[in-house]
Structure formats: C-alpha cells, structure tokens
C-alpha cells in the first residue's frame, strides 16, 4: 500500500509547508489503525509471542501474555483488524499468527511518508 493524496483542506495533515500543487500526502486508513494497534504496551506484548512464525490460538496468548481469555480474544481481534495477524480455524481453535505481509505494506506506507515530511 502506498500514500494516497488527498484534496487540499487547510492544515488539515501536513507535515510541512504547502508545496506548489497544493496537496497533501497522508497515510492510509490501514495505516492509522496499524499505528493504533502497535500503540498499546498490552497488544506489542501479544505481537512479540508470534515471532518466529509462532501460530497460537486465544488460550494460549492468553496464558503466555498473563491476560484473561477475553480481553486476548479483544486484543488478538483488534490486531487482526488492523492487518497486523491473521487467523485460520482448524476445527473449533481458532490460530492466529503475525501477517507480515499486512505489516510491510504499513511500514512502507509510514515510511513514505515520513520520507516526505521529514
């Protein structure tokens, strides 16, 4: 995913002066909510226990992470919302893992941008 332009609204998500068109570079709305997952000291505890491709389901990120089964399942359930794991079913257990791909795309996306501003 890449910086998409967006119209010209005074102020509204510069990162530096206006340039001679005028436009604005943004981040995507993946990317915000990449950021806002990653915000959390809770939810980056939870992504440390896929590294390595690590493929866990709810009660077992809720007994790594010392969190009860429903506030891992909210937690898991924001993250995969943000694009930053998946899940698969495999009977009645549901598996989640790290997305690097859904993570590459929101560095990339982050990058350009700050590239741009900064």
Not at 28 to 34: G, L, R, S, V
Not at 48 to 64: H, Q, Y
């Amino acid at each position: 995913m890449s910086p998409r332009l967006a119209s010209p609204e005074p102020s509204a998500g510069r990162c530096g002066p206006a340039d001679a068109t005028d436009t604005d570079l943004e981040l995507t709305p993946a990317t915000h909510e990449f950021l806002k997952a990653l915000a959390s000291p809770s939810r980056q505890a939870v992504m440390m226990l896929f590294a390595r491709g690590a493929e866990l389901s709810v009660g077992e990120v809720a007994e790594k992470a010392g969190l009860g089964q429903s506030t891992a399942s909210q937690q898991l359930a924001f993250l995969r919302r943000a694009g930053i794991v998946t899940s698969r079913r495999q009977g009645k257990v549901v598996l989640y893992r790290a997305n690097r791909d859904g993570v590459m795309a929101a560095l990339d996306d982050l990058q350009t941008y700050l590239l741009a501003c900064c």
